[in-house]
């Protein structure tokens, strides 16, 4: 058999990608048909593929890459930990550094009052061990009926049937048995496309309303927990209007409603601080994480819990865990990562310099004729596209059309910017400098222009 190396032909190479990988949320057909752009390496905010381009990487992978790509001393602490204990767990009375230092870092580094992590490889199963742990709490509460989790429409939590359950996609919930029992979806404050005439202020107070609704609908005694982004990320970095939290706040409080914050985007300084929570004003009992936790290095996960939550659960035992739950490597990467997060400044100069850089950038595509409305937080932006920005038209075309021809134009650009329908979407490394930001807009108001030309061209608009 030939080692199949990136010195190989890209046609090659795609060839054998599509004849036996398959590829998460992608039509095969399509992959088959146009083959899929191989990456080679990546370096700070620069992804290279197999034909040599340097890709500006707006999404930073999948919103987790938060100190940017090729940092050495995650490779060195990854190798050291696999030579000195590659693996063990933490069931059954044991333990070991590597869980102990992340978990007292994290305790050191949450919002007062959670100082406990139950750890997990990724964010949807966070998530689920959230689903789990918050009926648990509440069963041994002596209050075994709240069992409902409210989310919302359009909510993005995960991939297993648990998470993704929780998470409020049609488009998942139609494929393989989906959503389990008791999770009860209510509106998103998503004003661009849904809040009619009301002004911003109006509707989100009216979608936070919608909880109450909701709660007083099923009854307090059989709702367990809300659970929500900060920011949505996954559904269009769709940003709350400022009544929003504080109301859901109120809500959860009055009615004994715990709130999970899922800062699997959020979280490790993506909003500017070091958690959404903080830049949303809102208090959780349990915060969902992943992602910047490690910046993508590893695959580590977990839920950060509140006190109260944790003394219930820890008075018995919880029937729940993972093989990789606190994996030794994972957590001795993640440990590094937010030491250099810490130590760098990286999230104090996001706030304070070039997250405000970017935001009056970004805010400048309202001026193009595409752009109808320009969201942004810290280092999560989306631009809405619309043929008639006074009337916040859509497209007539099938949602999400419009979205994919500008970005296949950014991809031919060489700048990775993602669509959510016609919502176009940016999460940049944390590190990115001013410099590579002009070179972000730019690329996007050349894609943004093409765009543009092919819509006319085509009658779309
Ligand atoms: N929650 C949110 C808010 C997410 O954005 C994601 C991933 N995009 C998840 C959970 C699931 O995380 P993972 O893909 O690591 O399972």
Known sequence: MNAITNHMPTAELQALDAAHHMHPFTTGDE????????????DGVMLRDSDGNQILDAMAGLWCVNIG??????????????????YYNTFFMTTHVPAIALSQRLAELAPEGMNHVFFAGSGSEANDTNIRMVRTYWDMKGKPSKKVIISRHNAYHGSS????SLGGMSGMHAQGGMPIPDIHHIGQPNWWAEGGDMTPEDFGL???????QAINEMGEDRVAAFIAEPVQGAGGVIVPPSTYWPEIQRICDKYEILLIADEVICGFGRTGEWFGSTTMGIRPDI????????????????SIVSDEIATVINSGEFNHGYTYSSHPVASAVALENLRILDEEGIITKVRETTAPYLKSKWEALLDHPLVGEANIVG?????????????????????GTVGYICRERCFANNLVMRHVGDRMIISPPLVITEGEIDTLIERAVKSLDECHATLKRDGMM
């Open 206 to 212: 009216m979608r936070a309303q919608e909880l109450e």
């Open 161 to 164: 049937v648990g998470s993704g």
């Open 379 to 399: 280092m999560m932006g989306s631009i809405v596209l619309t043929p008639h920005k006074e009337s916040r038209a859509a497209f007539k075309s099938d949602v």
């Open 31 to 42: 992959i088959a048909a146009k083959g899929a752009r191989v990456i080679t390496g990546a």
């Open 287 to 302: 915060m969902t994480i992943a992602k910047g936790l490690s910046s993508g290095y590893q695959p580590i996960g977990g």
């Open 69 to 86: 790509y090729g940092r050495h001393e995650l490779a060195e602490v990854a190798a050291r930990q696999m030579r000195e204990l590659p």
